[in-house]
């Protein structure tokens, strides 16, 4: 069936419809630039409330694996795709992705130019869309707070090791829970709106996990949030570094249409060198505001100048606004967990100043 991605100013493209689609749907819409790794973008709870665009022309060609999700949902609201591969090619693929994607109930749209809707994206902006196959659609009022959709519920732990981590959860990735896994330690996965029990669990270091929406939707946490702070080794990751900013007075602002793909060129500026990085993001920490804080830039964004992590001037604290983590896109991050390993280990100050 004919359906249509209508953009909130009016402009739409035409498609076909998936078995899976019923009724419109409505999303945020964002363009995600990597060739591959779609199990991991659509399973990503940072995706929640977000139709996803595929600038890749085509997708599914590998399949659906028992690998590589994110999460156990598929988060997304929709996805746009030129061409989904019928047949699935590789040794690990359990499913195709159009299955995979009707068995959810989760539309897609396929047939869609989707470089023009991209180049749209980025001259107008992200905005609101729907997913329709008729002319009978309103646009509802954007959702908000998407992170209390996909957090957990309460504080789950995992692994054993005499360091004991706690990930506070705005809606965590498996790859992140498995990356700090991966350093015999154990990890308590902490509903951020229980961040009140984290004195009780006799914690080394947190690290703060990335999630959906706006960070000013945690704001009514951030005083408990920076209390946790000044006392643990810490590291931020996406939507983590975010709350970090705000939580020592900083602010963010949203980009006009985020970063999301693998290959993201990254400077350091303690040692001037660049890697390529995996991101997915619409909000930035505002440098301007980073004046009055004890926070100062460690990275920046290559393409746009805009911030990717930050460092505290005198507290154990990390933060990225890329995913070191990976998963989709390059391991050329991954460091970043030794050193934060390193940190909490020999309890140093001032690490990279
Ligand atoms: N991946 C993330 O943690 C994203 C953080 C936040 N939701 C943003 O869009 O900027």
Known sequence: MK??????????????????????IQGEIVFFTGMTGYQEVLT???????IV?????????????LEDAESKEVQVNGV????????????????SLGDYLDERGVPFLTGVDTREVTKEIRTGGTRQAIL????????????????????????????????????????????????????????????????????DLKLDAVVLSNGPGDPKDVSSKLPAIKKMLDVYPSFGICMGHQVIALAYGADTIKLAFGHRGANHPVKDVVTGKVFLSSQNH???????????????????NVNDDSIEGLMHETKRIMSVQFHPEANPGP?????????????VKKKEVKAYV
């Open 331 to 343: 391991e050329d991050a991954e460091w970043l967990f030794d050193d934060f390993l390193k940190l």
């Open 80 to 95: 746009v795709m030129f061409h989904c591969a019928g047949v699935a090619s590789h040794y690990q693929s359990v499913q």
């Open 44 to 50: 990503d709870p940072s995706y929640r409330g977000q």
């Open 282 to 300: 619409n909000y930035v920490v505002d440098e301007a505001s980073l004046i009055e804080t004890p926070l100062a830039k460690r990275f920046y």
């Open 132 to 199: 329709t196959h008729n002319d009978d659609y309103e646009f509802l009022p954007p959702e908000s707070s998407q992170i209390d959709q996909v957090k957990g519920a309460k504080i789950e732990t995992h692994g054993e090791g005499l360091i004991h981590i706690g990930l506070i959860d705005f809606g965590w990735k498996k790859s992140i829970l498995q990356k700090l896994l991966d350093y015999d330690v154990r990890v308590s996965v902490i509903p951020y709106s229980e961040i009140t029990q984290v004195d």
């Open 53 to 65: 665009v595929f600038t890749y022309p085509l997708i599914g060609n590998y399949g659906i694996n």
């Open 3 to 24: 359906a249509r991605l209508c953009l909130q100013d009016g402009k739409s493209y035409e498609g076909f419809t998936s078995k899976g689609y019923k009724n419109a």
